[in-house]
């Protein structure tokens, strides 16, 4: 498995309802090198054609509009090949029975810290075919 550098222009598309914890993810991830594009919705996220340049996708699993587990095949109906990492409240068996089952990259705990989320991105995306 590659690492991934700490510096990198890897795009990341990032969807959270809540504006604070959005904004301070999307700096968060800019001061590591990401090039972030945040989304308040899925709605916008998937209206965005830019947002399918994005090698990983960070995704709220509570989006109103539709769930975390359907963004990813909605996404892939648009033709998208990254990763996508869903956030969640609780890891429950079955939970992780699904995503893995649809092909998330990861789920990532809301409120592990920033040093994690960011690792698991690195590894995700050192899945993708360069």
Not at 15 to 36: C, I, N, P, S
């Given at each position: 498995?590659?690492?991934?550098?700490?510096?990198?222009?890897?795009?990341?598309?990032?969807?959270?309802?809540?504006?604070?914890?959005?904004?301070?993810?999307?700096?968060?991830?800019?001061?590591?090198?990401?090039?972030?594009?945040?989304?308040?919705?899925?709605?916008?996220?998937?209206?965005?054609?830019?947002?399918?340049?994005?090698?990983?996708?960070?995704?709220?699993?509570?989006?109103?509009?539709?769930?975390?587990?359907?963004?990813?095949?909605?996404?892939?109906?648009?033709?998208?090949?990254?990763?996508?990492?869903?956030?969640?409240?609780?890891?429950?068996?079955?939970?992780?029975?699904?995503?893995?089952?649809?092909?998330?990259?990861?789920?990532?705990?809301?409120?592990?810290?920033d040093r994690s989320l960011i690792e698991a991105i690195r590894m995700a995306i050192a899945e993708l075919p360069h």
């Amino acid at each position: 498995m590659t690492m991934v550098p700490a510096r990198t222009s890897i795009q990341i598309a990032l969807v959270d309802g809540y504006t604070a914890v959005r904004h301070a993810r999307q700096l968060m991830l800019r001061a590591e090198g990401f090039d972030v594009r945040a989304y308040v919705s899925v709605a916008s996220l998937l209206a965005d054609p830019l947002a399918r340049a994005s090698a990983c996708v960070i995704a709220d699993v509570d989006m109103p509009e539709l769930g975390g587990l359907e963004i990813l095949q909605a996404m892939r109906l648009q033709g998208w090949t990254g990763v996508m990492i869903l956030l969640v409240d609780t890891i429950t068996d079955a939970l992780l029975a699904e995503a893995r089952l649809l092909g998330f990259a990861a789920l990532v705990p809301r409120d592990l810290p920033d040093r994690s989320l960011i690792e698991a991105i690195r590894m995700a995306i050192a899945e993708l075919p360069h």
